[in-house]
């Protein structure tokens, strides 16, 4: 079993930052891709960043190009969303998430593990 652990979420007004984290633990030998989802009310989850372990590849919802970067430390386990220029259309419940894939992927079914979600809010 792997455990996911989010921190860094909070309240920013629009154009703002934050500092999203993600420290596994557990079995994480078998994880291959990092990802970082988010699910506004009333909305379906999204993927918003991925990263492959192995190669340091990266994946971003064209709605965050630009403006989130995702970056990740092997040896410590942990995974970190940059979130710059923030707008209040980026308001949602962030998840750490975590797939053994060893291709990328971005859709919620393919990932094994889950973080408890972290909330960000931007105010405009």
């Known amino acids: 079993q792997v455990q996911l652990v989010e921190s860094g979420g909070g309240l920013v007004q629009a154009g703002g930052s934050l500092r999203l984290s993600c420290a596994a633990s557990?079995?994480?030998?078998?994880?291959?891709?990092m990802g970082w989802f988010r699910q506004a009310p009333g909305k379906d989850r999204e993927s918003v960043a991925a990263?492959?372990?192995?190669?340091?590849?990266?994946n971003y919802a064209d709605s965050v190009k630009g403006r989130f970067t995702i970056s990740t430390d092997n040896a410590k386990n942990t995974v970190t969303l940059q979130m710059n220029s923030l707008k209040p259309e980026d308001t949602a419940v962030y998840y750490c998430?975590?797939?053994?894939?060893?291709?990328?992927?971005?859709?919620?079914?393919?990932?094994?593990?889950w973080g408890q979600g972290t909330q960000v809010t931007v105010s405009s």
């Open positions: 998430a975590a797939s053994r894939y060893t291709n990328m992927v971005t859709m919620s079914y393919l990932y094994d593990y």
């Open positions: 557990g079995r994480t030998n078998n994880i291959s891709i």
């Open positions: 990263i492959m372990q192995s190669t340091g590849r990266t």
